[in-house]
């Protein structure tokens, strides 16, 4: 059965960092590009990063570039997503999904299918 699952989340303080982890069961990522999304308490799901299946392309939604890394390791059928200087609006549950990363920006939510379960991630003490 095709499956992601993230993992990674927790509470830390503002400034902190946090690295999230997808992986995958029942299928390999080698030919999948992979997008990171969240959403905060009453707001819609937003688009946070993807990467392509040979991780050379790499889009971030403005509101994270500098502060946010996404990278994979196919080896371990995994992806990751290093978020540095989290501040109270990245507070939020934090899903991967399957989709395309193409052009200059996303992802989109309306392309994702196979959504992971989702992971607490929050940047306030």
């Known amino acids: 059965q095709l499956q992601l699952v993230e993992s990674g989340g927790g509470l830390v303080q503002p400034g902190g960092s946090l690295r999230l982890s997808c992986a995958a069961s029942?299928?390999?990522?080698?030919?999948?590009?992979i997008g990171w999304f969240r959403q905060a308490p009453g707001k819609e799901r937003e688009g946070v990063s993807c990467?392509?299946?040979?991780?050379?392309?790499?889009n971030y939604a403005d509101s994270v570039k500098g502060r946010f890394t996404i990278s994979r390791d196919n080896a371990k059928n995994t992806v990751y997503l290093q978020m540095n200087s989290l501040n109270a609006e990245d507070t939020a549950v934090y899903y991967c999904?399957?989709?395309?990363?193409?052009?200059?920006?996303?992802?989109?939510?309306?392309?994702?299918?196979?959504w992971g379960q989702g992971t607490q991630g929050t940047g306030s003490s």
């Open positions: 999904a399957l989709g395309p990363c193409t052009g200059g920006s996303g992802p989109f939510v309306g392309q994702y299918d196979y």
């Open positions: 029942g299928f390999t990522l080698d030919d999948f590009a």
């Open positions: 990467i392509s299946s040979s991780g050379g392309r790499r």
